[in-house]
């Protein structure tokens, strides 16, 4: 009896110890999974902590880059753009300077051609009035020498043959001054466009000289009126057989100077095209290009 009621407490003993032994064992068994799935979970979110940290970094050095590079096109445009003005207003600045020159001396020529015309006019009333004094004179002549002639229908055609002779004189005179003063006003506006692109900065040295050649010969054509203007051709009539021959050498010496003077007259012209020929050939300056700005420097 005694027997069987130790082996039973050994029996119950030996099941609590079993018992103990399983709850501890239970325990250390699901410990330890645990503990490896939380340092995974923490390593994990070292990573990704890291990694964002790492895209934030780098977000924020490429916002830093942008925005420098954007300062330095920035402040490049603003370098460019003030150098580009100080470069306008000096070109400006020497432009207005130049101009002022240019004007004055475009100004000094038209009034040099201005005066040389009136001066001309001057000459030329001058000769014509002289002239009325000779022609008179000439007139009251040759009615002395007609005097001789018996034949009063001849005597009529001579009269009306040196009053025809001075007209032709006068009217060809008076046209060609016209004529000249045309082309002088014509040169005028030849200058002041010459002067204009020169202000420009266009190279017209070329037509200047043409200016000048038009000019000198306009003068030339002047004096030769002038000199035409002061002549006569008197009748010396002597007898009636010489009548026709003195006739003819009268109105031959006449046609010869107005030819000469028509020579004179046909190169003044022809000068002042050809300073409107190199005009023509200037060639304009170009306009300074204003520099580009890159905007992806």
């Given at each position: 009896?005694k ?14 110890v079993?018992?103990n ?6 325990q ?18 070292a ?12 977000k ?25 003005e ?9 432009y ?11 100004q ?10 009136e001066?001309?006019?001057?000459r ?10 000779k ?6 002549e040759l ?12 005597a ?21 001054s016209?004529?000249?003063d ?13 002067e204009?692109?020169?202000a ?14 038009a000019?000198?010969k ?10 035409q203007l002061?002549k ?7 007898d ?7 006739v ?8 010869n ?19 409107l ?16 700005e890159?905007?992806?420097?």
């Amino acid at each position: 009896m005694k027997n069987i009621s130790k082996t039973i407490n050994i029996l119950l003993v030996s099941g609590m110890v079993l018992s103990n032994g399983l709850s501890v064992l239970a325990q250390t068994g699901t410990a330890e999974p645990t503990t490896v799935r939380g340092a995974v979970q923490e390593k994990t979110e070292a990573i990704r902590k890291a990694a964002e940290e790492k895209r934030e970094a780098v977000k924020v050095a490429v916002e830093e880059r942008k925005e420098s590079a954007e300062k330095a096109v920035t402040e490049k445009r603003e370098a460019t753009k003030t150098v580009s003005e100080e470069k306008r207003a000096a070109l400006k600045a020497d432009y207005e300077v130049r101009k002022v020159e240019i004007e004055k001396a475009a100004q000094e020529k038209r009034e040099a051609i201005k005066a040389a015309q009136e001066q001309f006019k001057t000459r030329v009333e001058t000769a014509r009035e002289e002239m009325k004094d000779k022609v008179e004179k000439k007139r009251e002549e040759l009615k002395e020498r007609l005097v001789k002639i018996k034949d009063e229908r001849k005597a009529q055609i001579v009269e009306k043959l040196d009053k025809r002779f001075d007209e032709i004189n006068e009217k060809l005179t008076k046209h060609w001054s016209g004529m000249l003063d045309r082309f002088s006003n014509y040169l005028d506006k030849i200058i002041e466009r010459t002067e204009k692109l020169a202000a420009e900065g266009a190279d017209v040295a070329a037509v200047r000289l043409a200016i000048d050649e038009a000019k000198k010969k306009i003068e030339e054509a002047r004096a030769a009126i002038t000199a035409q203007l002061a002549k006569t051709y008197p009748l010396n009539i002597t007898d009636e057989t010489t009548l026709g021959k003195v006739v003819s050498a009268v109105r031959e010496a006449l046609n010869n100077d107005l030819k000469l003077v028509k020579e004179k007259l046909r190169a003044a012209p022809e000068a002042v095209f050809q300073a409107l020929r190199e005009l023509k050939a200037v060639s304009k300056p170009e306009k300074a290009e204003e520099p580009e700005e890159n905007e992806n420097e």
